[in-house]
């Protein structure tokens, strides 16, 4: 089992910046990739971005240029820098792993407003 925390969502303006952290613990051993996904009211969850356990990033074409993912060498650590924030991002951020076995983890998620 892996257990995944995230951190840092809240309320931003139009144009503002935020930054999500999601914490990993448990058995983090065969982690293949990491990354976020969102859900915003009366929509599927879809992917944002995710980067694998050789670094290669993917983006949502929406968000491109502005988010950017990292994550730290352990693997205990996977975080979405979101700038030039757009009401069309309002949505639960999910943080998301997978193990070799395929299978998926996911946190709790964490609410990102942006509003004026």
């Known amino acids: 089992q892996v257990q995944l925390v995230e951190s840092g969502g809240g309320l931003v303006q139009p144009g503002g910046s935020l930054r999500l952290s999601c914490a990993a613990s448990?058995?983090?051993?065969?982690?293949?990739?990491m990354g976020w996904y969102r859900q915003a009211p009366g929509k599927q969850r879809e992917l944002v971005a995710i980067?694998?356990?050789?670094?290669?990033?993917n983006y949502a074409d929406s968000v491109k240029g502005r988010f950017t993912i990292s994550r730290d060498n352990a693997k205990t650590m996977v975080d979405l820098q979101m700038n030039n924030l757009k009401p069309e991002n309002t949505a639960v951020y999910y943080c998301n792993v997978r193990k070799m076995s395929m299978d998926n983890y996911w946190g709790q998620g964490t609410q990102v407003t942006v509003s004026s």
């Open positions: 448990g058995s983090i051993s065969s982690i293949t990739a």
């Open positions: 980067i694998t356990i050789g670094r290669s990033k």
